[in-house]
Every structure is written in structure tokens, then in C-alpha cells.
């Protein structure tokens, strides 16, 4: 275990008739078959270098320029892996992950050789993209492994979007198992304009499977989804499902993380993405105080915004004072470019007492965006287990009074979201000596504006608020005059029958991420089985039309 410093920061009933046709057959030539030593020996550089070059033909092409071994609590799947890189004369590089005790490719990227077509070039096809993909796939997996994928692109792929920005054709082969597609698992692989793979990433989980006879029939998963599935309904920037620049806000029905939206095929109860139990979450503001019109404000300078953090701290019990710290950052270009000034307050405690170092961040629209305190004596304290901590209500509570504290001329447009962690994570905070991470959300007409959730951390062992990162304010919407108002729009049910029009419910294999420790995302120890609607990702708008989020994407 790596030692750490204290750092808060920011679908029964299998159908016998489900067929699979592999694309997939033995290949002549060297059969991949990584080494694996006894008892997990991790393989050395050399090794896991030796094994790359077997697997990836292409690297005969590239100069080894350096390797890392990154340990398993590092990465999302919890395997420790070598990272290697590799150049070419052109000034094209590869970074390569491989699993460092079977030295299996997990992942491989290619970099600063992607080329645009031009005009005489002919676009490479969807078949002969899925023909390059299945010959990389023979290279870098086994014949087991091949015997349980899907045709290309036969399931959507789960994460689509995280390599959205690639140019080439994404080609996805989903794992199958007892008849069962495992959307989660497969390989993901991006063929760029040239032919050639530009990205691979393996995705395979290894823990046991739940066993597919015990599921309840779909019929009562379909009952069950229509009573308990609840899509959150909210403002939602439509650049964010298209690939324009600008495009306006709109109301639209779209599930959200917490949201629950999968039915559990053993228990029948409703699942949200991160695989807890959950229920429609409610949705209303701290209080009644609404802002002024959101009108453009007048920037403010440096000077200025001091003035407003002196003002913000005086909300606070205690005296402090300046220590002539401060410091500056701007996010946006342009006409957008948003700047923050940051300064440092040291407490003034009675005598013998310890003083607090407190950080204050104002943008140069005079909103307060960061409180922190004892940041840098915090980061420098190693980590302990907590063996007596404060309940989640609790930290709740402390996070809500601060926000209450800073904010009170806005608690008619701030929510808290309806979330609490499962008892395991609360473990995991407490083994580690973690915050608890309380989220805020802004309204705009009572509802809710995606990407301006803020986030405030709680000392899981104190129930003292450490930190507050709320750099999203000005993302949203500068006002509500131009926001459509939901005055002739569907009702939730109506959504939800638009969604089933558009997706099949189908008995899938599900392994979801969640959070895990110091914000890192991890995969839970056991996959589950749920129902699920399967198809192109997309959302329903007020006035009953579907989004695919996908579709726009590839155009």
C-alpha cells in the first residue's frame, strides 16, 4: 500500500435463442499467451517490454523511450500496470498500459499522428474500419478472450463519449457471457483516418459473475422500471449533446448519475449508475432569498475583490487578518475568460491557541468561488484512520450551515443533491481519513442547470468544513428572460414512454464505477445483473422529442 499525505481536494430469463456470431477465429502465427509468474509476480521492464513488442507489431516502427510502474490503487481497475512510451523519427508517440503481472495491453494510444483527409482522399468505411479492429484485437487478446466477443459495434458502447474528441470511427466489441452482453466490459478502439488503430483500451472484469437463472422475468423488470425509473428533469445546454459551439438551454428529461435507472434482475429493486439501491431524489432550495437580476455585472478588480473576501470573513465567528498572500487564476478565453484572485487570512485565537490559515477565492464578478482552510498543513499530514468520525446527516448539516453562511442572498436558487454514500464508501472515508464531499446545485425557475454543481468538503473526523470549490457559477445561463419555461411541456411519464421508444430493455451484465478513494474512480469488487434500456444514449426534450446524444456526435 502506498503511503499517502492528507490531501482534500476538489436481463429469468437468458433467451435460448440469443445467438452470437464471433468475428473472431485462430490466426496462424505466434498464439498470444502472456507469461504469468507464480504467486502474481510482477514482471520486470524488461519483461513487459519484451511482451509489447510480441503483441503490438507496430513498435518495431518506434524508439523505447522510458517506462513506469504505476501501483493497482492508482487505477480505476485496481491492477497495478507498466507504462511505457514510445517515439518515432516523424514526432509521433505511443503510450502503452499493460497489466504488469500477465502483460495483457490495457490500454494504447497513439499521439501527434492522426492526419485529416483531404479532398482526394476517400473516407475510410465503417466495414473496413471493423476489419482493421478485429485484426488488432487478434493481437492484443486471447482466443478465450476473442470466443467471447461481440460482432463490432453490435452493443453501444457504455463510455462512448470519453474519446469523442479522436477523430476515426469508434468500433467497440462488448464481452459476452452465458448469452448475456456485459456492456461494461470488451474492448473499445478508435481506427483513425489512415486505417490504422489510434486508440485501444481493454476493459475486463475479472471478479465473479452473478449467477443469470435467478433473475426475475422481464415482464416484472418492466413493471418495475415504470414505477420506480425517475430522469431528472433540469436545464441542459444542447452544445453538450451536439458538436456545436453554442447552442441554447433547454428543459429536457435526462437520467443523471443518481438517478435511479436500472433494475437489479435479483432483487427488482432500482439502481442508480454507481450500483446503489435508490429512489427519486427531491429537489427543492435552501431557502427563499433570491439575487438580484443575473444581468452582466460589472467586473471588479483585485482591490475590490479583497474588500469582498474582508466582508465574507467577517460572516465567520473569530477576527482574522491578512498575511499579504495572494495569488491569481483565469479560466475561459476571451470575451468568456472568467478571473480569480485567491487570499490568505491567518486566524487571530485567543492565547495558546492554534491560528488558522484561511484561503478565500473571489472571481471578477464578486462571487465567491473557493474557502479553504489549513490547506497546506493539511496536505503535508500523512493520513490516518478515523476510529471515531461523524455520521453523513451530520456532515451534511455542517456543510449546509457554511453554504447558508456565504450564500445567503441566494438560497432561493441553491439545492443540496439528494445523495448519500453506501456504507462501504463511509468505511472507505474513514480507513483512509477523507472528507466527506457534500454537492450544491444551482435553479433557475425551480429547476435544476446542469454543470453548476459546487462541491464542499467536511473533515470526516472534525465535521469541520475544509473546503468549498464552486468555479461552476458562471457556466449556466446568465439569466432566466431567454430560458424556456415549461408552460405546455410532457409530464415525467410521457418521458419515460419517449425513452422506451427509443431503447430496448434487455438483461445485461453491469460492473459500475464509483467513487473511490482521494476521488479516483473505481470499478465495485462483484459485477451485477440488471435490465436495463439498451440503446444509443440520448434525452427527451419538454416538447416530447428524442436526442440521440450518439447519433450527433458521429455526424
Known sequence: MLKRTKSYGLSLGVSSTLLMTTVFAPVGGEILTPAVHAAEKTLSEKEAIVLAQKQLTMLSEYKFRDAQFVDGIEMLWGKSIWYTRWDKENGGSLGVQQDATSGKIWKYERLGEEQDLDANQ?????????QVATQFVKQVATEEEQSRLSKPNEYPDSDIFYTRDRQGINVNFTRIENGVPFLENGFRLIVGNDGEVIYFERRWSEGKLPDASKVIKIAEAEKKWDEGAFPTFLYKEMASVSRKESEPYQLVYEF??????????????MLDTYGQ??????????????PPSTAERKLITKDEAQKIAEQQLKKLPGTYRSNGKSSESSEGYDENEIKSWYFEFVSQPEEGGKS?????????????????????IRFNEESKKIEKGIT?????ESARKLVQTFYSDQLGIIYAVDYAPSEERIKEIWENDEPYEIEYGYLINGVPVVDTIFQVNV???????????NHLYNLGPSGDSSLPKNEAGIDLNTAKKVVKENKKLMLTYFHPKVNGSFGRDKMLEQPLL???????????TADGKWHSSTKERKQ
Open 277 to 290: 439501491v435508490a429512489k427519486e431524489r427531491k429537489i427543492q432550495p435552501l431557502g427563499k432569498t433570491v
Open 256 to 269: 443523471q448519475r443518481i438517478d435511479p435507472q436500472y433494475v437489479d434482475a435479483i432483487t427488482g429493486k
Open 356 to 376: 488558522d490559515t484561511v484561503k478565500i477565492g473571489i472571481n471578477d464578478r464578486g462571487h465567491l468561488v473557493h474557502y479553504s482552510v489549513n490547506a497546506k
Open 392 to 396: 453523513w446527516e451530520q456532515a451534511q
Open 530 to 540: 440488471v435490465y436495463r434500456y439498451v440503446g444509443e444514449k440520448g434525452i427527451v
Open 459 to 469: 473533515d470526516a473526523e472534525t465535521g469541520e468544513v475544509v473546503d468549498l470549490y
Open 122 to 130: 476517400k473516407k475510410l468505411t465503417e466495414d473496413q474500419a471493423f
